[in-house]
């Protein structure tokens, strides 16, 4: 790999594209670390920092910004959400459905969309999160003429910062590597992992420590990320605590591995075309397949599902709900640690990924244009026999894939709760890592290829 990326690095275009996106990475750091005028984030800690909470989920998308208040504190949450609401629109609406159709000029209408819905939605959003900020008495001014010009130039600024990042991701998309938004979210998320190199130093300092003393070593928490182990009582084999942070490094190269297969993982369906002749030449004959990638929706349905699952916990933090009554013990059921809120995050991650498949694969489609270009499945009669065997097949695959993401989802959860340690690179993060650095590696191949380079096919 690194043999690749200096062979890479030789090539002059393939160096300026790579330059290029690393430039935009660092502009999109710098907005994460600029802070909004008239603003105090410090009361916001409590809050983001809860387990469970989907303002905790939102700054894990945006690298720290949210809860440090800073210009890109929206991230890319607004175009991702209109990404999807133009998405499901299209097949639901007619008008829409028959503008994607029209080729690469209805296309090109269709992107825009998403920009304008995006404007809209970080302008409704930065307002949500103006009040928030008031009510968590983070504004510097609450009367008088102060307060609403405070009030313009923070819901400006969120607005301004969102459509920058918009901006940032279609330059990299135009002339540097890679997906522009999805890796602006890979480089919001890796950033969080920048205290692991402590958490692990804490670690290993408190077993050495244990070591020596001959005593007990019990997980303590320092803050809301680092954590270290301390000496106490009485302890017979302290290289137990060794092993299991082996075991907690094999588990997590483990999730890594399993990721990668499952995400580059396809069912081939084999198709056959028929011969036939126009003018003098012939055409057909050849086999091809038909690919059904085993996680189809990629992180979209996890990422649903994390929304929904965390409003009634942000809606326990927001409003301060605390107490034995009906309110607090319902919505003490969407807590992190409790049973029910894996269940119900488990049921809703399968909804959401075969609600997603079923929009975007239409096996009656399918099968005509099959029909239509004279090719068909091996001993699957045309017409309706296609149908229900391509829908038969989907049916298998976007099972098996949402196992996948249930199993990715669950395991930092639980693993979490049963060692507790707090394990930043949740399933959601590891989706989102691995399938940006895949797509990315993908994409720099492509250009190796063209190039006539060995590079990865070494």
Do not use: C
């Amino acid at each position: 790999m690194f043999k690749t990326l200096r062979n890479a690095w030789k090539i002059a275009d393939l160096r300026k594209k790579m330059i290029y996106t690393l430039i935009i990475i660092v502009i999109f750091r710098l907005g994460v670390a600029m802070p909004v005028p008239f603003l105090d984030p410090s009361a916001l800690g409590s809050m983001v920092n809860e387990t469970g909470s989907m303002l905790g989920y939102i700054n894990l998308l945006t690298g720290g910004a949210f809860s440090q208040a800073t210009l890109f504190a929206l991230s890319v949450q607004p175009y991702i959400n209109a990404s999807i609401i133009i998405q499901l629109l299209t097949v639901a609406l007619p008008p829409l459905e028959r503008l994607a159709q029209e080729g690469e000029e209805g296309r090109r209408k269709i992107n825009r969309l998403p920009r304008y819905t995006g404007a809209g939605i970080a302008l409704a959003l930065s307002i949500a999160y103006y009040f928030l900020l008031k009510g968590q008495g983070s504004l510097e001014y609450t009367s008088g003429w102060q307060a609403w010009f405070t009030g313009v130039v923070i819901v400006l600024a969120y607005t301004a910062g969102s459509m920058l990042i918009m901006w940032l991701g279609e330059q990299i998309d135009k002339n540097g590597i890679g997906n522009g938004i999805s890796l602006l979210i890979f480089a919001g998320i890796v950033s969080r992992l920048g205290s692991m190199p402590a958490t692990l130093y804490g670690y290993i300092t408190g077993i050495i420590n244990g070591i020596k003393a001959g005593g007990d070593l019990t997980v303590m928490a320092l803050g809301s990320d680092v954590m270290y182990l301390t000496a106490e009582g009485d302890l017979a084999y302290p290289w137990y605590y060794i092993l299991f942070l082996l075991l907690i490094a094999v588990l997590l190269l483990a999730s890594v591995v399993f990721v990668i297969i499952m995400t580059s993982g396809e069912r081939r369906i084999p198709v056959q075309y028929a011969k036939r002749v126009v003018g003098r030449k012939m055409y057909g004959g050849q086999a091809t397949h038909i690919p059904i990638k085993v996680n189809m929706s990629g992180v979209l349905p996890v990422i649903f599902a994390s929304s929904l699952i965390s409003i009634p916990g942000t809606i326990k933090s927001i409003f301060n709900i605390t107490g034995t009554g009906f309110w607090s013990t319902f919505l003490g059921w969407f807590n992190y640690n409790r049973f029910a809120y894996a269940i119900i995050y488990a049921l809703l991650i399968i909804a959401f990924n075969y609600f997603y498949v079923a929009i975007q694969y239409n096996p009656v489609e399918i099968a005509n244009n099959l029909r239509k270009n004279n090719g068909a499945i091996p001993g699957i009669r045309p017409g309706k026999p296609t149908t229900d065997f391509i829908v038969k097949v989907l049916g298998k695959i976007t099972f098996i894939g949402a196992i996948f993401l249930v199993i990715v989802a669950l395991t930092p959860i639980i693993v979490g709760n049963l060692t507790h340690i707090n394990i930043q690179l949740g399933g959601t993060s590891l989706l989102i890592v691995v399938g940006v650095a895949l797509d990315t590696a993908r994409q720099l191949e492509s250009y190796m290829l063209m190039r006539h380079h060995k590079g990865f096919l070494e």
